[in-house]
């Protein structure tokens, strides 16, 4: 059973600019959340995608979208970059099913620097 | 709207000692409760997970943590702190049914002494 893997590792950026991020979700799963966890605070929720469709949002402006694939990987994209979206961007998978999803698995994360 | 509140973000213990982290939630549903631990440079851990079953929730690592309603807590103990166990510790909370918005603490580094 292979885990929650994210790419890149770390990405550079400069203000302006436009980003996306992957992660593709453990064996089993067809749920993924993301988070974005600036230095020294916890996660904070962006949004979640069931079956390629958004399912709940956390408090991130338009410019944060997203994607997810018929197999269940998922993306995603920031526009016009800002200082603050310096961050670890944290993507985890789980299983919903019946109503109700089961824990969430987070990958290692994707460091971005914005310059 | 769910939230957690994490005691002290920083606890030093001496190797051996007694490892106690505080975690309050505030819920105005039954609430799913977890703690994540995580490594330098790393993603999240699940440690261990309360849904409603058993209040006394044994997680890996000889972590485990109890939920008590009337205190509305959820802390994690471990009896003997190891020096592996020195990182960040992260307690979350989200409801039964819809676990599309999970919340977390701001965190607590702990720091295990030889």
């Known amino acids: 059973e292979t885990g929650v893997t994210q790419s890149p590792t770390h990405l550079i950026k400069t203000r302006g600019q436009q980003v996306t991020l992957r992660c593709s979700s453990q064996s089993g799963h067809n749920t993924v959340s993301w988070y974005q966890q600036a230095l020294g605070q916890g996660p904070q929720f962006i949004f979640q995608y069931y079956r390629e469709e958004e399912n709940g949002r956390g408090n991130f402006p338009p410019r944060f979208s997203g994607l997810q694939f018929p197999n269940y990987s998922s993306e995603l994209n920031v526009n016009a970059l800002e200082l603050d979206d310096s961050a670890l961007y944290l993507c985890?998978?789980?299983?919903?099913?019946?109503?109700?999803?089961?824990?969430?698995?987070f990958g290692p994360g994707t460091r971005l620097t914005v310059l | 709207a769910q939230s957690v509140t994490q005691l002290g973000s920083h606890v030093s213990v001496s190797e051996g000692a007694l490892v106690l982290l505080r975690c309050n939630y505030s819920?105005?549903?039954?609430?799913?409760l977890f703690w994540y631990v995580q490594y330098p440079n790393q993603g999240l851990q699940l440690l261990l997970k309360?849904?409603?079953?058993?209040?006394l929730v044994k997680g890996i690592n000889g972590f485990e943590a109890e939920f008590k309603k009337s205190e509305t807590s959820f802390h994690l103990t471990k009896p003997s702190a190891h020096m592996s166990d020195a990182a960040e510790y992260f307690c979350?909370?989200?409801?039964?049914?819809?676990?599309?918005?999970?919340?977390f603490g701001a965190g607590t580094r702990l720091t295990v002494k030889p």
């Open positions: 985890a998978s789980s299983a919903l099913q019946g109503g109700s999803t089961d824990t969430q698995y």
């Open positions: 979350a909370v989200s409801d039964l049914v819809n676990n599309n918005d999970m919340r």
């Open positions: 819920s105005s549903v039954p609430p799913y």
């Open positions: 309360y849904t409603s079953a058993a209040t």
